[in-house]
């Protein structure tokens, strides 16, 4: 059998199984709402699950653009699936998404204890740009907004 994974948009019936992913991987996860918004965006925004060889979804993102800029809102990868490159593939897919739509800059929010995420932006090329404190609702922790350049301004 072959272990080839696709990368396809999210769908209503992915919810239930995006929101179970999500409880394992985010210490304030997103409500199944929360979800459905993202699919609801349209045009401005980008939800994709990365569903492994056997249907399993193994990982998601949540990006949306303002303007000339990507927020990526949430995204989250099977802890037995994790250092295997499919949250920086997911990343690279949003990237070029956002470059595709005009954007410019790419900018998050990750926990400030959440070494391992931080160590894949920076791998990434984004930059500590500011800290937004007790951030986290959920325990008030901090988070490390990260910034970096997607594409070339427009002339």
């Not at 929010?109 to 986290?136: C, H, Q, S, T, W």
Request: aromatic letters at 8%; glycine letters at 12%; a negative charge.
């Amino acid at each position: 059998m072959s272990d080839v994974p696709s990368v396809r948009p999210m769908e209503e019936g992915d919810i239930a199984a995006v929101h179970h992913l999500d409880s394992i991987c985010q210490g304030h996860p997103w409500t199944p709402g929360h979800f459905r918004d993202e699919l609801a965006r349209g045009e401005s925004g980008l939800a994709l699950v990365w569903q492994g060889p056997d249907s399993a979804i193994e990982g998601y993102l949540c990006v949306w653009t303002v303007a000339d800029e990507l927020h990526v809102g949430t995204v989250g990868v099977s802890p037995v699936r994790r250092r295997a490159g499919i949250g920086r593939s997911l990343m690279e897919f949003a990237h070029e998404w956002a470059v595709l739509r005009g954007a410019v800059l790419a900018h998050l929010e990750v926990r400030a204890g959440n070494d391992a995420a931080i160590a894949l932006y920076a791998g990434m090329k984004y930059r500590r740009v500011g800290i937004r404190r007790g951030y986290y609702t959920d325990n008030g922790e901090d988070a490390h907004l990260m910034m970096r350049e997607i594409g070339a301004p427009s002339a």
